[in-house]
Structures are given as structure tokens and as C-alpha cells.
């Protein structure tokens, strides 16, 4: 399927004005398009961006507002900030490490039997990621021996260095935060699983994000003997801290902005600085052929994504990829200005009811989030 006519040449610095969104706004510029981009990644990119996404560089325990109707808020603040100061000047594998005694020395060097990890289980937009960044800014260690990435991109770390060195690199560090726990692939819950038992032993301290239990993940999709028997594996790291809410980034905010026409869209696009234009179907052709390791960098410069003819997801390869990119966009705070059908429709009934549900729903919960950060880029 064919790209927009959006230009495939990176953007410069023009003559701007500025909107109510804070994005510069200018008039007859050809937008950028996510279709002709095909970045390269390479390895040490992956480990030097293994840091929170630009949407929480500022966050902190102390930002973090929780509900007073979920006392499980604050709850897992407490226990959180416990957590990172049990972490406080001890190097990976040291003999003090305690982690879930939280500060108490060990008596021996080798690693405790019980968790070594904290596992945030909510529902969509709880604060589970501010939690998780805030864990990462709060733990005494220099930012390179701490590491921050999704499920997926701490896979596709392994699938770029190796299983080995992998363990190598992280095995310094002394906090791992995994964002978005999930497992979508049978193969990669033994990966993982081991993965996570060598960074245990040496020392390393774990936490992680899910809408899943620990003991549940993957639920209604595998049921292999094998399988099982990894995630009460993967389960035996993590003590589990429910988190309940009400999805924040909808929380006393009006609803999402209507799709707005293909010309409106356009001339949004053009009219935007570093913003890309593409047809919604040609997006999702296009993903299918990166690698969703790529999907940050394709993001990169971008001000605004541009979509027309936004339609119902054909299958759930797709949408999963589409998932992967919600995420991207969201991390790194993109608005998403689209035509057709509202984001709410883009998933089937029968995906919404599957195994992947909570990520579907997660994807319609930041996209709607990212269209109502893009009403501004069209003139009233």
C-alpha cells in the first residue's frame, strides 16, 4: 500500500509560531512520514537507552497523587520507597543486599531464598509506570547501573547482544525495572525466566509493571505443561502489590476529541512542525516490516503523528505491533491527530474479549490520551 506524499527527508529549523499545545506551527511545510522511515538500531543504543521514557524524567515518589479512595496507593508508595532505600549502599552481589527486609543487612553474601523483586499489579492508568520510574530515580545508584525498558525491549536487548552477554551487562546493575511484564511468546517466558534467575544470583534487584498477576500471565492463550511451570518460576521472584484506580489519564478530563475530517488532518499536518502524515492502513503495512525493537527510533523528531482513515485492526498480529507503537508514542509524549474511526473502535469484539484484552485496552486508554493532547494542532 502506498505512503502518504508526506516528504521523507528529516525536517529543519523554520520559522515558527507556536500553538496552544506548545508545538511550533507553520504554514506549507510537506509533513514527515513514519513510512519512509526504516531506522537501524544498534546494540548500544538498546543499553543506553535503558532509561525512563522522556514522559516520566520528572516524576518522583513525591508527584505521584494518590487517590484517597485507593488506600492501595498509597500503600504501594510506602512499600516503594522502602524498596529503593534497601537498595542504598550496597553494589550488585554485595553482602548487604536485603531488598524486600528493606535496608537490613544479610548476614551472608549469597542470594535469600525469598522475592527479590516488587511486582505493580492495576489495572490501565493507575500510575503503575510513574511508580516504577519514581523506583528508578529514587535508588541510590548511578543512572548506568540502573537499567528501565518494557518486556518487549528488554527481549529485543537479548535478541541484539546475546543471551550471555546480556546477562554480562546487566549483572552490574543494581535495579532492572521491567515495564509492562508480559509474555505473548512461549519462548520467551523460558528466556525471560531464566534471564531473570542469573540476574538474581548475582544480585540484582527486580521490579516490574503488569495489568497481569505474576501467576497468570499468559492466560488464555498458553497451557503447556512447560509453560506453566516457567511462570510459577518467573512468580517466585516478585512479591505482588496490587494497585487499584480508576484510569488516571482519563480521570475529570472531558472526552476524547471526535476524528476529525481527512482535510483537517492534512492541513494539520502541513501546517506543523516535525509532525508525519500517513494513511492509517499504510502505517500498519509498513510496521509489519520493522522490527519493533525500531519502533522508538521511528518515532524520533516526530512533534505529531498524522493519521487518515483510521479503520478496524485486520488481525492480531497487527495489533499487537500497534500496541508496541502506542506504547513508543506515549512514552515519548507524541499527540496522535487522526481521522476515521474513533480509537475506541480500532480492536474487534472478539480481540477485546481474547487473551491480549489488557493490552488492547491499554492502547485504547494512551491513544485516546495522545488524541486529546492533539486537538490543539487543528485551527478552530
Known sequence: MRC???????????????????????????????????????????????????????????????????????????????FAAGLD?????????????????????????????????????????????????????EPERKAFGTFVELT??????????????????????????????????????????????AGVALAATSNTLPGKLGEGRFAAVDFLREIQGLSAHFRTLRIDGEDYRHRGLPEA?????????????????????????????HLARVHPSRYGALTDGLAAVCLTDVRPVPDQSTALRLVVLADRLYDREVPVLASGLPFDRLFSEEMLNGGYRKKYFRAISRLTALARESKGLVAE
Open 4 to 82: 502518504s506524499l508526506a516528504r521523507r527527508l528529516p525536517w529543519g529549523t523554520v520559522p515558527s509560531s507556536t500553538s496552544a499545545t506548545g508545538i511550533d506551527l507553520m504554514a506549507d511545510t510537506a509533513p514527515l512520514s513514519l513510512c519512509a522511515r526504516e531506522p537501524h538500531v544498534p546494540a548500544d543504543r538498546l543499553v543506553a537507552e535503558m532509561v525512563p521514557p522522556p514522559r516520566f524524567d520528572s516524576v518522583r515518589f513525591a508527584t505521584y497523587l494518590p487517590d484517597p479512595d485507593q488506600p492501595s496507593q498509597t500503600e504501594a508508595v510506602r512499600v516503594l520507597e522502602g
Open 89 to 141: 549502599g550496597d553494589p550488585a552481589g554485595g553482602a548487604k543486599r536485603s531488598f524486600l527486609g528493606f535496608g537490613k543487612a544479610a548476614r551472608k553474601a549469597k542470594a535469600p531464598a525469598g522475592p527479590r523483586g516488587v511486582y505493580l499489579d492495576g489495572g490501565y492508568g493507575v500510575g503503575k509506570t510513574h511508580l516504577l520510574a519514581s523506583l528508578w530515580h529514587a535508588t541510590p545508584a
Open 156 to 201: 529485543n536487548l537479548v535478541g541484539a547482544l546475546g543471551f550471555q552477554q546480556t546477562v554480562k551487562t546487566l549483572s552490574g546493575h543494581r535495579l532492572l525495572c521491567i515495564d509492562e511484564f508480559e509474555l505473548d511468546d512461549p519462548g520467551d517466558t523460558v528466556l525471560v525466566s531464566t534471564l531473570l534467575a542469573r540476574l538474581v544470583e
Open 257 to 285: 476529541p471526535a476524528p476529525f475530517t481527512d482535510a483537517q488532518v492534512t492541513k494539520a499536518a502541513h501546517a506543523t512542525a516535525g509532525a508525519s502524515l500517513d494513511t492509517f492502513p499504510a502505517l500498519l503495512d
